[in-house]
């Protein structure tokens, strides 16, 4: 196969510009088996997180729904001294599983890496620090749950409400640092030259929203019962549902992306 | 962004949306405008359990002010239609007038939502005050951000189309700005009767 | 490819013509309720739904796109109409 004359990126028509990566990226001292190394793991700590996220976090943490927010102390209290050990265990997991954001952002990064060498890196480092940042929440918030479970007949009522209020005050509200991130992947994904683009137009397109979605979380402080309260279908249902899908629908593109990739980088190497 | 807009270069082009392919940002339209739309069900869902409450509370809202923010609104849904059409037939000048234009109509809806607020505040009318106005306020509110990230977008079209060469692709993101820019209009015509107009006054 | 003809700004000014007729009256219909009666509402999301069929047809220009988006954003408006409308029906009727 005479690959100086076919096209050197996939999914390109003849016409669309030939453009290596920088040396840093590109790495040619690396075969393709080293270079892709851990990359498909990584990209599938998405998935693995969410599936665990949902099982702690959701079900055994008390979680999906929230628990509403105009109910009494007396019932936060009442909740944690019956609960405390699902509690205990679905946040131990959670803060667990809670970090595997990190390396399935990690994998994404390196797919916005190839995306169009002839953008700067800035979009993609955003999104690398936004996505592993997210660890923050989703792991700190976790904290106060345990907490609340960890010596429930000691606390007072109110002292138990609090911690769960707490743990759903910055889960919700931490927002943007994952708006940040989601936004990042759709600018750079729509900066691809391929014929084919790595992320669809559409992925792009719904990652922006999606992250600019989060905003009617504003509200979330201001209303104990309500769509914009904590547990409502608006700040809770739909809110979690359209990110719960982005993470599906990245994850996915992702794994479509590397065997690409592989190929785009064997045909570059083979040139030089 | 667009593959297509691309290829056609400065060729003066028929729309992107006509050769088949549509800006991706449709897909950011249809979106939110499925939320607002999950909205709109959930405001007539609570007015049917408190019907009374949200007309009388609907009969304070000052039609008037609504009909001319959506006149407001339509005008500079026009304006943005022919920078459109100047932005592909290659008028730089032309395009930025009109943009210019539709952002200066625009701005007039910022200065009557600001009046309509301030004036139910100083009656002591906040989104606590019941539930219709909960939902007056956060619909509106909601729908006001997005009016703010239309105008921003009319401003950086502006300055593009002052700074870079007129081609298909600049033209083709003056589409797309455009597309957002008619969602904000046609949200804003169905709240506005649904929140001033249904019940009797 | 499709050449479909643009709208020309003759045909924008006339559809802008039709939104402002069409909200002005649909206003006035609601401040003179004798005139519709109960049914001002229904009629009043009516003209809703025909202003917004008309910004997505001719503002938006959907008449020229692929048949998918056009449903997309035609579904909308019929259904947002209809669930407004429809829910307002059933309040009226005693819920």
Not at chain 1, 122 to 127: D, E, N, P, R, W
Not at chain 2, 118 to 135: P, Q, R, V, W
Request: net charge neutral; charged share 10%; glycine share 8%.
């Amino acid at each position: 196969m005479n690959t100086a004359v076919r096209p050197i990126h996939s999914g390109q028509a003849p016409t669309d510009p030939v453009v290596a990566p920088d040396p840093h990226v590109l790495r040619a001292v690396l075969s393709n088996a080293a270079y892709f190394r851990y990359w498909r793991a990584c990209a599938a700590m998405g998935p693995v997180f969410l599936a665990a996220f949902l099982i702690c976090w959701g079900a055994l943490g008390h979680n999906i729904p929230p628990i509403p927010a105009d109910h009494t102390a007396a019932q936060m209290g009442e909740f944690f001294r019956t609960h405390y050990n699902e509690v205990r265990a679905g946040m131990a997991g959670a803060m667990l599983f809670g970090v595997l954001y990190l390396p399935w952002t990690l994998s994404i990064t390196k797919v916005m890496e190839w995306i169009n060498p002839r953008e700067n890196n800035i979009v993609t480092t955003l999104q690398m620090w936004g996505g592993g940042l997210t660890v923050v929440p989703l792991v700190t918030s976790s904290v106060f749950w345990l907490t609340g479970s960890y010596r429930p007949d000691v606390l007072s009522d109110i002292t138990l409400q609090m911690l769960y209020d707490q743990g759903w005050l910055l889960i919700d509200m931490f927002y943007a640092i994952t708006t940040i991130p989601m936004v990042a992947i759709g600018v750079a994904g729509l900066a691809d030259q391929r014929a084919r683009p790595l992320f669809p137009r559409w992925a792009c397109w719904y990652s922006i929203w999606a992250g600019i979605s989060f905003l009617f979380e504003l509200l979330m402080p201001f209303f104990k019962s309500g769509l914009f309260a904590r547990q409502g279908w608006l700040n809770f249902w739909v809110e979690f549902l359209v990110w719960f899908i982005y993470i599906l629908v990245i994850t996915y593109y992702v794994f479509k992306a590397i065997p690409r990739l592989e190929q785009e980088r064997a045909a570059l190497l083979s040139k030089a | 962004m667009n593959d297509v807009a691309q290829a056609q270069g400065s060729e003066s082009a028929a729309p992107i949306i006509r050769s088949g392919q549509v800006p991706g940002v449709l897909v950011f339209i249809i979106a939110d405008m499925i939320v607002f739309c999950m909205l709109f069900v959930g405001f007539m869902t609570e007015r049917m359990g408190q019907t009374a409450l949200f007309d009388q509370s609907a009969a304070t809202l000052d039609v008037r002010m609504g009909v001319f923010n959506t006149l407001i609104l339509v005008t500079s849904g026009l304006c943005v239609v022919l920078a459109v059409h100047a932005a592909h037939a290659g008028r730089r000048e032309a395009t930025r007038r009109w943009l210019l234009v539709s952002f200066l109509i625009g701005a007039g809806f910022g200065v009557t939502k600001l009046l309509e607020y301030s004036a139910k505040i100083e009656l002591g009318i906040t989104m606590h005050t019941n539930d219709f106005y909960m939902f007056y306020y956060a619909l509106t509110g909601a729908h006001f951000l997005h009016f703010i990230g239309g105008m921003i977008a009319l401003a950086v079209l502006w300055f593009m189309v002052g700074r870079e060469p007129l081609d298909g692709r600049l033209a083709g993101l003056v589409e797309s700005g455009a597309l957002y820019w008619h969602m904000v209009d046609l949200l804003w015509i169905f709240i506005f009767p649904m929140l001033y107009l249904l019940g009797p006054r | 490819m499709t050449t479909h003809a643009h709208l020309s700004p003759r045909a924008a000014v006339l559809v802008w013509a039709f939104l402002v007729s069409a909200t002005l009256g649909s206003a006035w219909l609601a401040e003179h309720h004798a005139f519709a009666g109960s049914l001002t509402a229904v009629f009043v999301m009516l003209v809703a739904f025909c202003k917004g069929f008309a910004i997505m047809r001719y503002f938006m220009e959907l008449r020229g796109a692929p048949l998918n988006w056009r449903l997309a954003f035609g579904i909308w408006g019929v259904a947002a109409t209809a669930l407004i409308i429809g829910l307002w029906v059933w309040t009226a009727r005693g819920g």
